[in-house]
Structures are given as structure tokens and as C-alpha cells.
T-cell receptor, first 114, second 115 residues
């Protein structure tokens, strides 16, 4: 299957700072990538759809000024959590769409805000 | 919008037995149904998927069945092994309409295979 990587795998930052998470499709080009958030023992919650060369589409209730998404190339999308607070601590996972339907997920990034 | 329900939330089976996880969806327009396996601390892994033009798909010990009329689909794992222990998520997606297509996930099933 298609391979998606994320970096970093985990990060600890102080409250008020910003942190950037990278999502890369390693062996295919992805015009569309997705960013999810997952709390412990819960399902995946879609945050936004990232489209190469255009603005991201955010789900209802997700602050676009807080979660900045950039999809500058066909293999890279980034999520920047700005002015992070402890409640932003979570497991962030990206996925990339291979064809019209299939999505492959990255390994996730665990963010802890102290 | 689409709503996907998944049952059971936890499932414990003995090694070698079969496991069945069921999902129902609400949007009759949905036509793509993947299943993901998520191990602790990792991202979900696509294990099998089915499209609405077929009723069943099999890949070694894993099979998925789809009943479009009843709007439900199921994952079947036969001859379970300890390494099958994980959380399994079903999902549904409407037909591709450019960038708008997205997956709606079920709530997950924690499968434990005991020796």
C-alpha cells in the first residue's frame, strides 16, 4: 500500500507557542490530504481537507486561524497549531488520498502542551 | 450528513475463533466502505474495503460484506490470532465529487484475541 509519513512522531511544547507537523506521501502524489484529531479511546475527528495549491476546507467548529494548513506540493501538507494550549494536546493524524476513494494514514503525531 | 454506527464497542474472542464487527450507515448515496485497523499509538491501517457495486470481498482471513438495501456492512475475521488485537474502525464515503468526498468513521471496536 501507499506510504504516508509524519514528522515529528511526538512533540512537547509550552503553552502559547506554535508547533508544525509535516505530512508526506512517500511513494505517490496526493492532491488531497486530510487532517484528523483523535482523543484517547475515541474515533477520528476530521479537522480539515487540504488541497494542493488552494486553501484548506475546515470542518465546522475547527478554528482555521488556530490550525493553519498548507499544502504547498503534491507530497507535503503541514499543520501548524498556533498559540497552543493544554486543551490542544491530542493525537494528530494525517491521511492522503491515493485515488478517488482510498485514503492511507500516517503514523500520527502526539502533541503535548504544557 | 452521513452517520455511521458501529457495534460492538468491545469484542473478546479466543484465538482461532471468528470475529464479526457490524456497521450501519445513514446516507444511501454512500458507495465506498473501508475498514481500518489501529494499533496502540499508531495511525489507522487500511485492511480491506468494498464498493457498492459488490456484495462481498475477501482477502485471506478477512472478509467484508455489504447489504445496500439494509445499509449495513460487516467485517469478518476468521482464525483470529493475537496479532489481530487492535481497534477496528469502519467508515463510509459518498461518491467522489471533487474535493468534497470525505470519510465518516464509526466509533471503533476494540478486539482482543485471547490465548
Amino acid at each position: 500500500g501507499a506510504v504516508v509519513s509524519q514528522h515529528p512522531s511526538w512533540v512537547i511544547c509550552k503553552s502559547g507557542t506554535s508547533v508544525k507537523i509535516e505530512c508526506r506521501s512517500l511513494d505517490f502524489q496526493a492532491t488531497t490530504m486530510f487532517w484528523y484529531r483523535q482523543f484517547p479511546k475515541q474515533s477520528l475527528m476530521l479537522m480539515a481537507t487540504s488541497n494542493e495549491g488552494s486553501k484548506a476546507t475546515y470542518e465546522q467548529g475547527v478554528e482555521k486561524d488556530k490550525f493553519l494548513i498548507n499544502h504547498a506540493s503534491l507530497t507535503l501538507s503541514t499543520l501548524t497549531v498556533t498559540s497552543a494550549h493544554p486543551e490542544d494536546s491530542s493525537f494528530y493524524i494525517c491521511s492522503a488520498r491515493v485515488n478517488l476513494y482510498e485514503q492511507y494514514f500516517g503514523p500520527g503525531t502526539r502533541l503535548t502542551v504544557t | 450528513g452521513e452517520n455511521v454506527e458501529q457495534h460492538p464497542s468491545t469484542l473478546s474472542v479466543q484465538e482461532g475463533d471468528s470475529a464479526v464487527i457490524k456497521c450501519t450507515y445513514s446516507d444511501s448515496a454512500s458507495n465506498y466502505f473501508p475498514w481500518y485497523k489501529q494499533e496502540l499509538g499508531k495511525g489507522p491501517q487500511l485492511i480491506i474495503d468494498i464498493r457498492s457495486n459488490v456484495g462481498e470481498k475477501k482477502d485471506q482471513r478477512i472478509a467484508v460484506t455489504l447489504n445496500k438495501t439494509a445499509k449495513h456492512f460487516s467485517l469478518h475475521i476468521t482464525e483470529t490470532q493475537p496479532e489481530d488485537s487492535a481497534v477496528y474502525f469502519c467508515a463510509a464515503s459518498p461518491p467522489f465529487t471533487g474535493t468534497a468526498s470525505k470519510l465518516t468513521f464509526g466509533t471503533g471496536t476494540r478486539l482482543q484475541v485471547t490465548l
